[in-house]
Antibody
């Protein structure tokens, strides 16, 4: 079964750091483009970051310089290191397989993990 | 900065056909934007419907179809059912590794 499970969310103060994890099963993270997408409460989806199978990484302007995407091939896990967190980073964070090669679409998605940035 | 546009809301009668669109604030959508579509109900993760403009994801019924209509990407639902009432999002590839979601369309059946 193809599945993604995110962990690591929680309540964090502004300026703090948090690392999200996304464990994949049923496929190999390093062979795919893997992405993070977030959704603020009551708002729409916002693309955050992607890591290509070759290792290149890209970020939305809203998180560039503060967030870092990475992966652990041995544990088939995707990460998002979030530093200098702001109130506007409060959201449910989803990881998703973007595909690559001939398929470009976010599928599947994890169940999401909630990050709340508040004092 | 280019914005991806979607209708904020749409209504369709049960059994009817509805076409939701996904455009750009500047320019036309083409297959090189790799448009894809997602369905989301409250409290749930998004579900992939269409990728690469018009390819259905696994398990998606054929009453969902994707296309390019004029200068926009389009999602057509034929024979709408009550459980199609959801939020629908498109996303486009902008180049240089950057993806942008539309604001979403709330569909009422």
């Amino acid at each position: 079964e193809v599945r993604l499970v995110e962990t690591g969310g929680g309540l964090i103060q502004p300026g703090g750091s948090l690392r999200l994890s996304c464990v994949a099963s049923g496929f190999t993270v390093s062979s795919n483009y893997m992405s993070w997408v977030r959704q603020a409460p009551g708002k729409g989806l916002e693309w955050v970051s992607v890591i290509y199978s070759g290792g290149n990484t890209f970020y939305a302007d809203s998180v560039k310089g503060r967030f870092t995407i990475s992966r652990d091939n041995s544990n088939n896990t995707l990460y998002l290191q979030m530093n200098s967190l702001r109130a506007e980073d409060t959201a449910v964070y989803y990881c998703a397989n973007l595909g690559g090669g001939k398929r470009f679409g976010f599928d599947p998605w994890g169940q999401g993990t909630l990050v709340t940035v508040s004092s | 900065q280019t914005v991806v546009t979607q209708e904020p809301s749409f209504s369709v009668s049960p059994g009817g056909t509805v076409t939701l669109t996904c455009g750009l604030s500047s320019g036309s959508v083409s297959t090189t934007h790799y448009p894809s579509w997602y369905q989301q109900t409250p409290g749930q993760a998004p579900r992939a419907l269409i990728y690469n403009t018009n390819t259905r994801s696994s398990g998606v019924p054929d009453r969902f179809s994707g296309s390019i209509l004029g200068n926009k990407a389009a999602l057509t639902i034929t024979g709408a059912q009550a459980d199609d009432e959801s939020d629908y999002y498109c996303v486009l590839y902008m180049g240089s590794g950057i993806w942008v979601f539309g604001g979403g369309t709330k569909l009422t059946v």
